[in-house]
């Protein structure tokens, strides 16, 4: 079903996304620091808790571990929890909830039991918010098995992916970059729950594959809008889903073009960047015309200074500069 | 033996919770021979010499109750109703595990008697009963959700949250704490500054209480009260059950941390060993009586043995299986 399209955004479509599960299944709560009178950290949920009351929309004490365990624990019991964890960075309290209980029970129980519950926080730096405030750790959770990874990158997405997860009967985390919130976008009101494990070709091309997710995307697009000035005519994926990775799309993709460069907004090293490079290379090694290119965070805790920041992520410029040395100098 | 001094327990009631604590007895004691036997592997953790809080505890409440345990949970989930073949299976890592070789000793599950594990991550599944008694509040069961941890646990940041939210919203859940002094080779004193448990739990503003955990009659009782403190909308219990574990922490531990004198000490007062006396005693049963349950016992587990040894192994071709869910799955 569609609609006319309307206006709006990514912070108001996670909203009537959230607003739409409250209102349609009696089992879904929303659990989090603040997520009540403050409106949650982000304002995601402003005015939800006055709509549903405070026992659907329930503030948590300071205990990332203890809320996010008592999230599977009401999973386990029936209930369909929105978990919101103010940011990636405070989520590492509450990693042993996350890696050991959540994404386990499943399979340790020999299948008997499953954890449906969403559990959703914001990542990325760029607001000079220093080291402990500007992680991207997304792909620390696209490691486990037993979880799902989502990262809506558009206001459509951030308001058609969270039904989707919620009626996955697994744990899924579902990633909002902090500079997305106020990101605009068109979205189709009654457009329907998308698919989350499948990439969105953002921008199609011939000369090259640009894969990026979550705030890495604007930048990905506005870098295709440069080069095309400049004669290179480049293709954007959305990963959207970090985990499972969408490798049909990606080699799809890159055997047309040849070319790939992933951009990261997470650190080199063992990064997500990783698997999805190795992923291509194993996929489409005789396709490639060059080896495939990576961008990432500088190898450093991320920095409060601007310019050091902007130093320390991909930036615009970076991404022309990278796809210009790959396709015109094969390196 | 203050427990044992309740009049007019009636002698079916009596030989229950003997039958029961010999059951645990006697799984724990074959679980070390097959052990040693290379059959059972991993970590294994036996509860032998706390068997009156189980046993106790699980005689007070409801088969429809929610139950989580740690890693020293084979009584527990025998208690609840999983059948020692289902454990025993489990322990060998069999198709006919009652978690499908998967979990082995340290994560046993049942989704028919509602029993949650089988948890090794000390502190970890303090949050899980709280949300699970939050998903019976919102859905108005009149179920209770109970906890079972090691005082080792109340070291740990969860056990903090997870009282705080449970009395904060007012849960159905009851919190028992098996305190048998020592967090494998660290002892209540060296690790906790208060050692006042049911003072520190109280902190919360929940009613908490220290009970004799080798009196099996006494946390019967102890587990009755509290279930009718939380049913009906009165909020969590905490409560703190004194006693010690006979063996090592695990099947890896040389106990060099324990005076031998200080295990024979607490082994006067062996929970199995002085209510099967008691009850002769009061001529409630006699040693017929109880030489029977120990017979049961031990056929029961030596079947369970035997059908494990027969059981197939899973097939290697389903390794990837349960990692993640469908929906078809999940709703048939
Ligand atoms: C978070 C965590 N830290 C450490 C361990 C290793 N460990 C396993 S059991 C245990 C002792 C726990 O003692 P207690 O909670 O008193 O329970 P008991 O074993 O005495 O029943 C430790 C430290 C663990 N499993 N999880």
């Known amino acids: 079903m569609t609609g006319p399209e309307v206006e709006t955004t990514y912070r108001e479509a996670m909203r009537d996304a959230i607003r739409e599960a409250l209102a349609t299944d009696d089992r879904v709560i929303v659990l989090g620091e603040d997520v009540a009178d403050y409106g949650g950290t982000y304002a995601v949920t402003k005015g939800l808790h006055e709509e549903f009351g405070r026992d659907r929309v329930r503030n948590t004490p300071l205990s990332e571990s203890g809320f996010v365990g008592a999230g599977i624990g009401a999973a386990l019991g029936g209930l369909r929890p929105i978990v919101e964890i103010m940011t990636v960075n405070f989520s590492l309290l509450a990693l042993d909830q996350i890696v050991n209980t959540a994404a386990t029970l499943r399979h340790m129980s020999g299948g008997q039991f499953h954890v449906p519950l969403v559990i959703r926080m914001t990542t990325g730096a760029g607001r000079q918010l220093a080291a402990q405030h500007s992680h991207s750790l997304e792909g620390w959770y696209a490691h486990v098995p037993g979880l799902k990874v989502i990262a809506p990158a558009t206001a459509s997405d951030a308001r058609w992916m969270l039904p989707t997860a919620l009626a996955d009967p697994n744990p899924v985390i579902l990633f909002e970059h902090n500079a997305l919130y106020g990101e605009h976008g068109s979205i189709d009101p009654v457009g329907g729950p998308v698919d989350i494990t499948q990439a969105a070709i953002r921008r199609s091309g011939n000369d090259v594959s640009i894969i990026a997710w979550a705030g890495m995307v604007h930048k990905a697009m506005a870098a295709a809008a440069v080069l095309a000035d400049q004669g290179v005519d480049a293709e954007v994926i959305d990963l959207r889903s970090l985990r499972p990775l969408d490798a049909d799309t990606l080699a799809e993709s890159v055997a047309r073009t040849h070319h790939a460069v992933v951009v990261d907004e997470g650190w080199l090293t063992a990064g997500l960047n990783a698997e999805i490079a190795a992923l291509i290379t194993e996929r489409c090694f005789w396709t490639l015309d060059a080896p495939v290119r990576r961008l990432a965070s500088a190898e450093v805790p991320i920095p409060y200074a601007q310019h050091l920041e902007e130093h320390a992520i991909p930036q615009v410029d970076d991404i022309v500069a990278a796809v210009n040395r790959l396709v015109r100098d094969g390196v | ?332």
């Not at chain 2, 009631?13 to 645990?24: F, K, N, P, T, V």
């Not at chain 2, 998967?102 to 949300?131: K, Q």
């Not at chain 2, 090691?150 to 939210?165: I, S, W």
């Not at chain 2, 002094?181 to 908490?208: C, F, H, N, W």
Request: proline content about 3%.
């Open chain 2, 1 to 332: 033996m203050t427990g044992y001094e309740l009049k007019g327990i009636p002698a079916e009631a009596c030989r229950d919770l003997l039958r029961d604590m010999i059951r645990i007895r006697v799984l724990e004691e074959r679980c070390a021979e097959l052990y040693a036997a290379s059959k059972i592997r991993g970590f294994l953790h036996l509860y032998i010499g706390e068997e009156a809080v189980a046993t106790g505890v699980m005689h007070a409440l409801d088969s429809d109750d929610s139950v989580l345990a740690t890693y020293r949970e084979h009584g527990h989930a025998l208690l609840k109703g999983i059948p020692a073949t289902g454990i025993m299976a489990e322990m060998f890592g069999r198709s006919t595990g009652c978690s499908g070789g998967r979990g082995g000793s340290m994560h046993l599950f049942d989704a028919a008697t509602r029993f949650y594990g089988g948890n090794a991550i000390v502190g970890g599944h303090l949050p899980l009963a709280v949300g699970l008694g939050l998903a019976d509040q919102v859905a108005g069961n009149d179920r209770v959700t109970v906890c079972f941890f090691g005082e080792g646990a109340m070291a740990e940041g969860e056990f903090h949250e997870a009282l705080n939210l449970a009395a904060l919203w007012n849960l159905p859940v009851l919190f028992c704490c098996e305190n048998n002094r020592y967090a494998m080779g660290t002892s209540l004193e060296t690790s906790e500054s208060q050692v006042d448990l049911a003072l520190k739990a109280a902190a919360y503003a929940i009613p908490a209480w220290s009970v004799d955990g080798m009196d099996v009659l006494e946390v019967a009782r102890a587990t009755k009260r509290a279930r009718s403190m939380i049913t009906g909308g009165g909020g969590p219990v905490f409560i703190e059950f004194q006693t010690y574990r006979f063996r090592a922490h695990s099947m890896f531990d040389p106990d060099l941390y324990r005076d031998p004198a200080e295990i024979e000490t607490w082994k006067e007062r062996d929970p199995v060993v002085t209510f099967a006396g008691w009850a002769i005693e009061q001529s409630l049963l006699t040693g017929d009586d109880v030489e029977a349950l120990w017979d049961a016992a031990r056929d029961e587990v030596t079947a369970a043995v035997i059908a494990a040894d027969e059981a197939p192994l899973e097939p290697v071709s389903s390794l990837l299986d349960h990692v993640t869910a469908t929906t078809e799955e999940v709703s048939s």
